[in-house]
């Protein structure tokens, strides 16, 4: 079955998917049915849109009148995701939504809503989740391999710039021009990925994620942005696991994604620095090797799987239920924790690229990552107090009901 494919956003990660389309996929199991995007023209591929014939349409609702797709990409800025992925179900559509879904778990619920009326499909693309890699890792967790989980950490350092977060941007904003939520953070955007992950590796079955009870941690901007870039999470489950996310725009120091996922029979290591491999060793001294899950050949999965699961009616890997504990514990640290800003006396203005990181701040968040601590369990000057939520009794976000 060829999959008539429509694409919602045309630049910056929509460009993405057109790559991984252009490169990576058959070309006789799929069609681009149309690009939808309100600034197509700005697209470095506009021109060959034109060439090549494919329509474009300002809006899904413009497209739906005479048209119908099997699979709608969605790329486009968050605030924008949930009346889009409810469109493209109310017509006949399944979605492949990026990450975030939503802002707010209540978006989520909406979308479930109209997910039960219209028995569509509905993935979200956190692409780990779809990878081979994780997929395998995930498989050998539910069978027992590792045993139980006892600590699952997480250290990202990863600058972004002026331009990343200029002011007309939707990054670092926390509602857009019409009042509408965002919610942009470095824990719901560039590297949620890593958060997610932990929820996903540990979710009871492939489709599920583990969502955890407790959440202490603190949160920080080092620029004059509305949300925050640097995030130290540290959480429990309610049996003896806990998890720790430390993550920062604002490091002196570029560092890709790395884990430690320790188990009672087994540890595994990714450090991206240093190996494209996730590698697990075993207690009996055995090493497992799963593969590289952050090359593009394993991001297409997404789209591969997505295009499986319509053929053959199957869920997919990442879906709405899949991504409620990032969404929920995103939420509550939205909700609960006070964002500070880094004292003016740490902010060092870099040139190349052009922007603000935090003095000794990559040291500590990796310091924080090795010794399983919070920022102000480690009595740095910076720190504020951690606080501490508890999520069975977080049922709202800013007065919105969950339900
Ligand atoms: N999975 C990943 O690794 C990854 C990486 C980057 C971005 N993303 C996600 O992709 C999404 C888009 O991010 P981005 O960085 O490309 O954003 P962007 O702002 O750079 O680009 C968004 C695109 O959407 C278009 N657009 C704006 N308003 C629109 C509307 N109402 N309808 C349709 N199109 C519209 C813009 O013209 C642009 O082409 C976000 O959810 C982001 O988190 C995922």
Same mark, same amino acid.
């Given at each position: 079955?060829?999959?008539?494919?429509?694409?919602?956003?045309?630049?910056?990660?929509?460009?993405?998917?057109?790559?991984?389309?252009?490169?990576?996929?058959?070309?006789?199991?799929?069609?681009?049915?149309?690009?939808?995007?309100?600034?197509?023209?700005?697209?470095?591929?506009?021109?060959?849109?034109?060439?090549?014939?494919? +329509?474009?349409?300002?809006?899904?609702?413009?497209?739906?009148?005479n048209n119908k797709a099997d699979l709608v990409i969605i790329a486009s800025p968050i605030s924008v995701h949930k009346e889009q992925v409810i469109t493209a179900l109310k017509n006949g559509s399944h979605v492949l939504c990026e990450k975030p879904?939503? +802002?707010?778990?209540?978006d989520a619920y909406e979308i479930q809503k109209v997910m039960d009326e219209t028995n569509r499909l509905l993935g979200v693309g956190f692409q780990w989740s779809f990878s081979n890699p994780i997929r395998r890792l995930k498989e050998d967790i539910?069978?027992?391999?590792?045993? %139980? &989980?006892?600590?699952?950490?997480?250290?990202?350092?990863?600058?972004?710039?002026?331009?990343?977060?200029? +002011?007309?941007?939707?990054?670092? %904003?926390? *509602?857009?021009? *019409?009042?509408?939520?965002?919610? =942009?953070?470095?824990?719901?955007?560039?590297?949620?990925?890593?958060?997610?992950?932990?929820?996903?590796?540990?979710?009871?079955?492939?489709?599920?994620?583990?969502?955890?009870?407790?959440? #202490?941690?603190?949160? !920080?901007?080092?620029?004059?942005? #509305?949300?925050? =870039?640097?995030?130290?999470? *540290?959480?429990?489950?309610?049996?003896?696991?806990?998890?720790?996310?430390?993550?920062?725009?604002?490091?002196?120091?570029?560092?890709?994604?790395?884990?430690? @996922?320790?188990?009672?029979?087994?540890?595994?290591?990714?450090?991206?620095?240093?190996?494209?491999?996730?590698?697990?060793?075993?207690?009996?001294?055995?090493?497992?090797?799963?593969?590289?899950?952050?090359?593009?050949?394993?991001?297409?999965?997404?789209?591969?799987?997505?295009?499986?699961?319509?053929? !053959?009616?199957?869920? &997919?890997?990442?879906?709405? @239920?899949?991504?409620? +504990?990032?969404?929920?514990?995103?939420?509550?640290?939205?909700?609960?924790m006070d964002i500070t800003s880094f004292d003016e006396k740490l902010r060092i203005r870099e040139v190349n690229p052009a922007g603000y990181v935090i003095d000794g701040l990559y040291e500590d968040s990796l310091e924080c990552y090795h010794k399983? %601590?919070?920022?102000?369990?480690?009595? !740095?000057?910076?720190?504020?107090?951690?606080?501490?939520?508890?999520? =069975?009794?977080?049922?709202?976000? *800013?007065?919105?009901?969950? %339900?």
């Amino acid at each position: 079955m060829q999959i008539k494919i429509v694409l919602v956003g045309a630049s910056g990660y929509g460009n993405t998917y057109l790559n991984l389309l252009e490169n990576y996929i058959d070309k006789n199991s799929y069609v681009l049915e149309a690009i939808i995007d309100p600034y197509v023209q700005n697209a470095v591929r506009y021109p060959e849109f034109k060439k090549q014939g494919i +329509p474009t349409y300002d809006t899904l609702d413009q497209f739906y009148m005479n048209n119908k797709a099997d699979l709608v990409i969605i790329a486009s800025p968050i605030s924008v995701h949930k009346e889009q992925v409810i469109t493209a179900l109310k017509n006949g559509s399944h979605v492949l939504c990026e990450k975030p879904l939503v +802002p707010t778990l209540q978006d989520a619920y909406e979308i479930q809503k109209v997910m039960d009326e219209t028995n569509r499909l509905l993935g979200v693309g956190f692409q780990w989740s779809f990878s081979n890699p994780i997929r395998r890792l995930k498989e050998d967790i539910l069978k027992g391999i590792f045993g %139980k &989980p006892i600590f699952l950490k997480t250290h990202i350092s990863w600058k972004r710039g002026d331009d990343y977060y200029n +002011p007309d941007a939707w990054e670092g %904003k926390i *509602r857009d021009k *019409r009042g509408e939520w965002v919610l =942009d953070s470095i824990a719901t955007n560039a590297t949620a990925h890593y958060l997610h992950n932990i929820f996903f590796i540990l979710g009871d079955s492939m489709e599920k994620s583990k969502m955890p009870k407790i959440i #202490e941690g603190s949160v !920080y901007r080092a620029r004059d942005i #509305e949300s925050f =870039d640097t995030c130290f999470i *540290r959480g429990s489950f309610g049996d003896d696991s806990q998890f720790l996310y430390c993550a920062t725009h604002a490091g002196e120091k570029n560092s890709d994604p790395q884990f430690i @996922y320790e188990f009672e029979k087994g540890v595994v290591y990714f450090n991206q620095n240093e190996n494209p491999n996730i590698i697990a060793k075993m207690e009996d001294g055995s090493i497992k090797d799963y593969g590289a899950p952050q090359s593009p050949d394993e991001t297409v999965y997404k789209i591969l799987l997505m295009m499986d699961d319509i053929r !053959y009616n199957r869920k &997919p890997v990442c879906g709405l @239920y899949t991504v409620l +504990p990032h969404l929920k514990v995103c939420n509550a640290v939205f909700d609960y924790m006070d964002i500070t800003s880094f004292d003016e006396k740490l902010r060092i203005r870099e040139v190349n690229p052009a922007g603000y990181v935090i003095d000794g701040l990559y040291e500590d968040s990796l310091e924080c990552y090795h010794k399983n %601590k919070l920022p102000d369990e480690m009595g !740095y000057s910076w720190a504020n107090p951690s606080v501490k939520v508890n999520l =069975d009794e977080v049922s709202s976000f *800013r007065g919105i009901k969950f %339900k």
